[in-house]
């Protein structure tokens, strides 16, 4: 491969960090605003990238640049893990049962022969544990969990994230925003424990 500049390996270098962050590349508007450059600008790196060798694009719809030069290693500390529909933290709302796609995830992010699935957080119950609105829930598949752990649960027909403590008779579902009064109950099934928590901005 023909030597880059300064600058393409720069670029290459941001390609590279963002596809294995997200599982896709950014568009050509993302790489001329984080270098501060015109849009023909990034568009000469990319092009000068492809000519050189270390990026492809199979055709022209946004994302779908590809690494040449080290894509088996890129890709393989990528993990997909299905979306698998919405999540209280609030008043909690029935499971949706439907595969809503998947998202791509730093295999480092992740415990190592476990089984994740993500989830999409509505309401604002978790704020104070830094769970807001819109952000998608990494949950680890379990079947129990100890108190103070925050998990993602079936009550009453309903799934909902909350912190869990197990009480003598029954178990609390305690939230992280004053307005929000804790749940009790004697019928509550363990999803899988938190994770992390992915926002888009």
């Not at 963002?18 to 993302?30: L, N, W």
């Not at 079947?143 to 869990?164: L, M, P, S």
């Not at 925003?177 to 804790?182: R, T, V």
């Amino acid at each position: 491969m023909k030597e880059l500049t300064a600058r393409q390996k720069e670029v290459l270098s941001f390609i590279t960090v963002y596809i294995k962050k997200h599982a896709y590349a950014p568009t050509v508007r993302e790489i001329a605003e984080h270098f501060t450059i015109s849009v023909k600008g990034a568009h000469d790196h990319i092009t000068a990238l492809k000519r050189k060798g270390y990026i492809q694009q199979p055709d022209k719809r946004p994302r779908t640049m590809g690494l040449t030069h080290g894509m088996p290693d890129s890709y393989s500390d990528m993990i997909r893990i299905p979306l698998l529909g919405s999540v209280a933290a609030g008043i909690p709302i029935h499971v949706e049962e439907n595969f809503n796609g998947e998202i791509g995830f730093h295999r480092s992010m992740l415990k190592k022969n476990k089984e994740h699935f993500a989830l999409l957080v509505k309401g604002d119950s978790m704020s104070g544990a830094g769970i807001q609105d819109g952000d998608i829930a990494i949950i680890e598949k379990a079947q129990t969990a100890r108190n103070g752990e925050i998990v993602a649960v079936i009550v009453e027909e309903a799934a909902a994230i909350k912190r869990f403590f197990k009480e003598s008779s029954r178990i609390k579902l305690q939230s992280e925003n004053p307005a929000y009064p804790p749940r009790y109950s004697q019928d509550v099934r363990i999803l899988g424990k938190l994770v992390t928590i992915v926002r888009s901005y």
